[in-house]
């Protein structure tokens, strides 16, 4: 699923840079098991979009930090 649902109006990434988010969004979403749960996908995508609006744009690394960083968090 593509992340542009989670954009509000107001917020604009190149066309490429929308498709490394998405991409990241799917396998985050996959290597944590987070299926149909729609609240735990919006809050994924949420950390991908606020990395991009840093400047993070790379597929890999946004999942990778993402994936991370939810995983530090199951751990506390």
């Known amino acids: 699923m593509p992340i542009r649902r ?3 109006y107001n917020t604009v990434f190149e066309p490429d840079t929308i498709t490394a988010m998405s991409e ?4 985050a979403c996959a290597a944590l098991h987070v299926n ?3 609240h735990d ?5 949420e950390r991908i979009i ?3 609006r840093r400047g993070v744009t790379d597929e890999k690394v946004l999942g990778d ?4 960083e939810t995983k530090a968090m ?3």
Do not use: F, N
């Open 65 to 68: 930090r993402v994936i991370a």
């Open 36 to 38: 149909g749960q729609a």
């Open 6 to 8: 989670y954009l509000d």
């Open 24 to 27: 990241a969004l799917e396998r």
């Open 74 to 76: 199951r751990v506390l």
């Open 41 to 45: 996908r919006e809050i994924i995508a």
């Open 50 to 52: 606020a990395l991009a």
